[in-house]
């Protein structure tokens, strides 16, 4: 019984996609972020953010337990503050290369111009 159900699953998952609006498109892959269903991934109508409202939808991934419901936006928050974080630094160490650079270059200056001046 149990296969049956996970064989119907599966081929639902790998039924056409098709979208049936007077314009289709192939519909596109889509991650939801609402409380309901974070991180599960779903194909829509390519429409839809163009502002026609077409109903086709089809989930990708099967349904997420309670603890993947309070799990996955907690480490997506991680993710993207993690992901600033990991900007910021860059941005100091190219200023902090450059303040490097500027400081070798003043160094090099100075010992020339006491080079010549004692020559």
């Keep these: 019984m149990e296969s049956s159900l996970s064989s119907s699953a599966s ?17 596109v892959l889509v991650v939801s972020w609402i409380e309901n269903n974070p991180g ?19 989930w990708v ?15 997506r928050h991680t993710i993207l503050r993690l992901q600033v974080e990991v900007s910021t630094c860059k941005k100091r160490e ?16 100075c010992l020339c111009v006491i080079l010549v001046l004692v020559v």
């Design 40 to 58: 599960r991934r779903f194909y829509g109508c390519p429409n839809y953010w163009v502002g026609r409202k077409c109903k086709y939808f089809q």
């Design 11 to 27: 081929l639902k998952r790998r039924a056409s996609c098709t979208c049936y609006c007077p314009s289709p498109g192939k519909p």
């Design 94 to 109: 190219k200023c902090l290369a450059m303040s490097l650079i500027l400081s070798l270059l003043m160094c090099g200056i």
């Design 61 to 75: 991934d099967d349904e997420i337990c309670p603890h993947g419901k309070v799990l996955i936006p907690e480490q």
